[in-house]
């Protein structure tokens, strides 16, 4: 029986959920790696050959100019929209790129929603390996305050990944599902979703009636470009100024940007519990910055406390409060009036969140569920709701933006209002306005703003007419927002009845004939075996950690002979001879466990060489001339 | 050869929210008659208009110019039992919603959105009082913009004028970079005109419900035309004063926000 699934696409991290009927309640899929956290990254390799999650992301360090991380960030945007985003993000744009970017990796080029295909695509795989079967219909969640380009591309995602989108739902009211069947709680709820790249407040009510439970938003709000990524880019920010006072100048050392990217990424997560840090990071000589061994003249070194890092990421932290002030007033609810908050989205973990949420709230927010799973949990419900499994919950999402059309003068008259519970739909008439016009141009937004220039273009069409006097013609528009939050039109001539066909042209997404194009080309990445690719990147990560290993062998030998203890060395020898053999061998998750093994027997000698490194840094002598 | 130059460019125009030009001619169409006579497509018995046939059970297409009132069983009035709209309102979508519908055929999932959207659309206007009497003049052609949309209400003439002076002042004094002191007093001013206006937004808002009230006695005593027009009108000219006041508000808003 084919089975249908949930799927969190994050800017991070992506899972893969089903609903267990055995259990009655939804489970996150693992991976080849054991977790069931997919990094979102995506390298290709130079035989073209697509590497997807934690492959790719190690490959951050060594291929950083042919993999991509946080591409949600440029889903259903156009390049005048990513100015900002480049100046912190190492995304490489096609200058060719119109209305949808265009992303280069190595020598090819992708858009954003192929690039998700990717993940999309490995996590499938994730679920037709674990099912024995293959899986193709999904529920997939998107950031509530996503607009409806980005939902468009993201649904244009899941296409090109193979899979039927079964429906859209907005991350925190699936959080809002998972966590309300866990709780059994009723009552007014506030979801406050920081992740990776995204930040989201849906304000709900939970309702019992006859009929089951139902979960109705009342408002919405949030900030598509807000989440971890903008506490990682403050850090990397103060680190590169400190850097560069020192002359140091990392723009021509991709690699090693990725590397400190990583390393400050490690102290944010570190600061989620300890009061201090310590940043130790390795500075570039222009040579081999492998793994391990690499020759280093310098290294960056730098503690950093609680409070200093409270001090980095309050502006950040308080840019989310606005939104949850603006949700509440449109909910018509006071702080005081909340009776749940509900934390989801790693971002959640840095305790200057817990605290300023829990201040204003004055309550403690739940955190009880995996703030990484629960949205994938959720859409695995939803999921289920859709098949007919789970039929006493009830989903009644909103619209995030205002719909409007552009009138007169470039002012939008709202026609649909945010926060309006979806489906909603507005219908307007519309008429010529000077004698034998042929046509009449609709110019579709969304957003707040009085001025269409300020508002987000969503489509433009023109409605064909009869050539008559101005004013005769009537053509009735009915625009609705379906239960995904995206926009559909239709038109019909009220003279004479007859529906009008509508060719809207998104204004920054791809047209049908787009995606149809690319899924055929998409055949020719078509998924090899999925243990067979298991077996390769295992195998090449196993290559890279030997001869790492063997690399730093050769270094300490020739730094500080004598150094390692007999039974560390004994340990090595038998982790490398135990991964030789796997590798020789086809059992990828053989091959991945020994690499662990490997990987821990190498690390007092990898601390050792650092702390070599880090005393000739301290007492300002170059390690290449000790 | 490009010929893209010498083709003549499509008339372009912008779009005429055609609700506000031409006002009584479309809104006013009569709307439950196609509704009673229906029958269903599946297996043709009469459906009198309910959202299932009650024969066979299947979702039933919505008739053209369904209001909302209707829709929702009630009769055109203005005072509507919020809880009780609130009930109607998710048991229906328990039997409306898409998502029940996610197996059905092509056919039966577009009726579903088809009547959940106007479900959604009519809960979001009844359940506002004020978008309710704005929906029930349009229903009958009767909610008309003022021309003079503009022009402040005679009686609050005198604090509209205030007002646009201290906005004058106060930007005058944020551009010559004016001191703390004479900057919180305009402060002030505005607070205390911001004050004055919501007041005023409240007893507008009352005002419209006592009319509402009138409405549904006339209703109920069974007025004639002329009364109910007359009622209507009035409506009309509550709705546009509290739109004029509502603005007010909002720009004061925003000025002591900006400031």
Not at chain 2, 185 to 200: D, M
Request: net charge negative.
């Amino acid at each position: 029986m084919p089975r249908t699934v949930g799927i969190d696409l994050g800017t991070t991290y992506s899972l893969i959920a089903y609903q267990d009927k055995r259990e009655g309640r939804p489970k996150c899929i693992p991976g080849p790696y054991g977790t069931p956290l997919c990094p979102s990254v995506v390298s290709v390799d130079a035989d073209g050959s697509i590497i997807v999650g934690e492959p790719a992301r190690r490959r951050l360090l060594t291929q950083s100019e042919r993999t991509i991380y946080s591409v949600k960030r440029l889903m259903g945007r156009g390049p005048a929209d990513v100015q900002d985003e480049l100046k912190i993000f190492p995304f490489r744009i096609d200058p060719a790129s119109k209305n949808v970017i265009r992303v280069r990796l190595g020598d090819r080029v992708f858009t954003p929603p192929e690039i998700s295909a990717f993940i999309l695509r490995e996590l499938k795989s994730w679920a037709d390996e674990y099912f024995q079967d293959v899986v193709d219909r999904a529920v997939i969640t998107v950031p509530a305050y996503f607009n409806d380009a980005q939902r468009q591309a993201t649904r244009d995602a899941g296409r090109l990944a193979g899979l039927e989108v079964l429906r859209l739902v907005n991350e925190p009211t699936a959080a809002a599902l998972a966590y309300g069947l866990h709780e059994q709680k009723r009552g007014r709820v506030a979801v406050y979703d920081f992740g990776g790249g995204t930040f989201d407040i849906s304000i709900l009510k939970l309702i019992s009636t006859t009929e089951g439970d139902i979960y109705q938003v009342l408002s919405t709000n949030g900030d598509t470009h807000l989440g971890g990524d903008d506490i990682d880019n403050a850090l990397q920010a103060l680190a590169r100024e400190e850097l560069s006072k020192q002359g140091v100048d990392l723009a021509a050392h991709p690699d090693t940007v990725q590397e400190l990217r990583k390393a400050l990424i490690a102290a944010k997560h570190e600061l989620s519990d300890a009061a201090k840090t310590t940043v130790k990071f390795p500075l570039p000589d222009g040579g081999d910055a492998a793994l391990l061994g690499a020759r280093q003249k310098t290294v960056y070194f730098r503690e950093i406390t609680r409070a200093e890092y409270d001090r980095i990421i309050r502006p950040i932290v308080d840019r989310t409060m606005g939104p949850v002030r603006q949700a509440l007033a449109d909910a018509k609810l006071t702080s005081a009036e909340i009776e749940e908050v509900v934390l989801v989205g790693g971002s959640t973990r840095v305790p200057l969140v817990r605290s300023t949420v829990e201040e204003f709230f004055g309550r403690r927010p739940h955190a009880e569920l995996n703030p990484d799973e629960v949205v994938a949990l959720g859409a695995a419900v939803q999921a289920d709701i859709l098949e007919g499994g789970v039929n006493d919950m009830l989903l009644l999402d909103v619209t995030p933006l205002s719909l409007g059309i552009e009138t007169m003068g470039g002012v939008v008259a709202k026609i649909i209002p945010r926060n309006s519970t979806v489906p909603a739909s507005a219908q307007e008439m519309f008429t010529t306005g000077v004698e034998n016009q042929t046509g009449i141009d609709i110019h579709v937004l969304q957003g707040e703003r009085e001025l269409a220039k300020d508002c987000r273009s969503l489509a433009r069409f023109q409605l064909k007419v009869p050539p008559g006097p101005a004013g005769l013609a009537r053509i009735e528009v009915k625009f609705l927002i379906d239960a995904s939050g995206i926009l559909q039109v239709a038109a019909r001539d009220l003279r004479t009845g007859e529906e009008h066909k509508i060719d809207v042209q998104p204004s920054y997404g791809l047209d049908d004939a787009a995606v149809e194009r690319m899924l055929e080309e998409s055949i020719e990445f078509a998924e090899q075996d999925f243990s067979e690719r298991q077996l390769i990147e295992a195998r090449n990560e196993a290559e890279t950690v030997l001869q790492a290993t063997e690399k730093a062998l050769a270094r300490e030998q020739e730094e500080a002979p004598g150094d390692m203890p007999a039974e560390e060395r004994h340990a090595l020898n038998g982790a490398v001879t135990s991964l030789r053999e796997a590798v020789a061998g086809k059992d990828y998750k053989r091959i991945r466990a020994f690499v662990d093994v490997l990987n821990q027997a190498t690390m007092p000698l990898a601390e050792r060489m650092m702390n070599r490194a880090l005393g000739a840094a301290l007492e300002g002598k170059n390690l290449g001339e000790v | 050869m490009d010929f893209s130059l010498s083709r003549p460019k499509p008339h372009r125009l912008k779009p005429v929210l055609l609700a506000s030009l031409l006002e009584s001619d479309f809104m006013s169409a009569p709307t439950t008659t196609a509704a009673t006579s229906a029958t269903c497509a599946n297996c043709s018995a009469p459906t009198g208009g309910a959202h299932f046939c009650p024969s066979c059970g299947k979702i039933q297409p919505l008739p053209r110019g369904t209001d909302f009132f209707s829709f929702f069983g009630l009769p055109q009035k203005l005072t509507v039992d919020l809880e009780q709209l609130e009930q109607r309102f998710h048991s229906l979508s328990w039997k409306l919603h898409p998502d029940h519908f996610a197996r059905a055929s092509d056919d039966e999932r577009q009726l579903s959105l088809d009547r959940s959207s106007l479900l959604n659309d009519a809960y979001r206007t009844l359940r506002d009082p004020v978008a309710r009497v704005e929906y029930l003049l349009g229903l009958a052609g009767m909610r008309k913009e003022g021309q003079k949309k503009q022009q402040a209400p005679p009686e609050l003439l005198e604090e509209v004028f205030e007002l646009n002076e201290s906005l004058d002042e106060l930007r005058e004094a944020r551009a010559s970079g004016g001191t703390a002191a004479a900057m919180a007093g305009l402060r002030a001013k505005l607070e205390a005109a911001q004050h004055k206006f919501e007041a005023s937004l409240a007893a507008v808002d009352q005002e419209l419900a006592r009319v509402s009230a009138e409405w549904d006695a006339a209703l109920d005593s069974g007025a004639d035309e002329t009364a109910s027009r007359k009622l209507m009108e009035k409506m009309n000219e509550v709705l546009n004063r509290r739109s004029y006041i509502r603005n007010l508000v909002n720009g004061v808003r925003q000025e002591l926000a900006e400031s």
